[in-house]
């Protein structure tokens, strides 16, 4: 638990520094919010989140060892929000800290194959102002700090550990991707 104290420590420092640069990029999104405000708005929707698939997680009794009933879906419930609650303070304080942009921008291609790639590619490169893109630094680092540490106060043995971990991280940064691909067919 020692280790997860300090992910959590990590996590909440790095939002403090990133809202402190922030005024380096402080709108972002085509909603012209802060990042402050993003942040509560994605906190509150990724809550929304983290309850559903506790729920999810309780009817298939994973882990088993935190039983079933209650207890066992609150331990899932903080389980899955500290993961998604890591995740975003480290995304969103880490691209503030780089003045990186957090939202997705549709490419407009006549082509669907192209919208596809476009859509994969956005969920690992930031497109910057200027046009160029660059290895989002921040929603990667942001995937596999929540995954490593959610997948370190669950039970399990340290190689799963590392397996749940990498999975988690990756599919997160998939998910991602398919966020953005409805953004592409909703353009």
Request: aromatic share 10%; proline share 5%; net charge positive.
């Amino acid at each position: 638990m020692h280790g997860t104290k300090r992910i959590v420590f990590l996590a909440f420092t790095t939002l403090v520094v990133g809202a402190s640069s922030a005024h380096a990029q402080a709108r972002v999104g085509t909603d012209s919010a802060t990042r402050l405000t993003r942040l509560g708005r994605d906190l509150v929707y990724g809550t929304a989140e983290g309850l559903a698939f506790s729920a999810v997680d309780q009817l298939r009794n994973d882990p088993p060892e935190w039983g079933k009933g209650w207890p066992g879906y609150g331990k899932r419930v903080a389980s899955n929000l500290g993961e998604f609650y890591i995740q975003e303070l480290v995304t969103e304080g880490l691209a503030a800290a780089m003045n990186r942009p957090l939202d997705y921008k549709p490419c407009h291609c006549p082509e669907f194959g192209d919208r596809v790639v476009n859509a994969a590619r956005g969920a690992i490169f930031d497109q910057l102002p200027d046009g160029s893109h660059a290895l989002a630094i921040p929603r990667i680092v942001g995937a596999y700090t929540g995954s490593f540490a959610q997948a370190a106060w669950r039970p399990a043995t340290a190689n799963s550990v590392w397996r749940v971990g990498l999975v988690n991280g990756t599919t997160s940064l998939a998910i991602g991707a398919l966020i953005n691909l409805y953004h592409e067919i909703r353009h």
